[in-house]
């Protein structure tokens, strides 16, 4: 997790691992838009490594 400041807010933005195990491919996307799209990864119900 990332914590942007700007004048007037913080943007909170999570890193996001594609690919294989080793990780080829990873990118930051806005946390606001992955809970809305995988609020299973939230809920701390979620088995997995590296989750919240």
Known sequence: ???KKLR???ISSVKI???GPAGEYATWE???NIRESY????????R???FF
Not at 39 to 46: A, V
């Open 1 to 3: 997790r990332e914590m």
């Open 8 to 10: 007037n807010k913080e």
């Open 17 to 19: 691992v594609w690919g």
């Open 30 to 32: 806005l946390e606001s």
């Open 39 to 46: 609020p299973e990864l939230f809920s701390g119900n979620f």
């Open 48 to 50: 997995g490594r590296k």
